[in-house]
């Protein structure tokens, strides 16, 4: 049986996005300092979570200023 879903985790320093197409994705800021998510600021230790809702999601936009953002993601 083929791959189904390809799962992709890394911590995230510098500004970027989860690209077209994604499933589900988890991000959490896991660093000392405020960042900011698809608009919407998230303080250390906070996460936000997109679930998977029978289609793909279009790019979600990521900025993790002066801190660390861990990101799973599921194509």
């Given at each position: ?12 320093s ?40 029978g289609?793909g ?19």
């Amino acid at each position: 049986m083929d791959v189904l879903a390809q799962i992709n985790e890394s911590d995230f320093s510098q500004p970027g996005q989860i690209n077209d197409g994604f499933l589900s994705a988890s991000i959490k800021n896991v660093g000392e300092n405020k960042a900011e998510v698809n608009g919407v600021v998230l303080f250390p230790g906070e996460a936000k979570g997109y679930p998977f809702v029978g289609k793909g999601y279009k790019r979600i936009s990521y900025d993790p200023g002066a801190s660390t953002l861990r990101i799973m993601a599921i194509y």
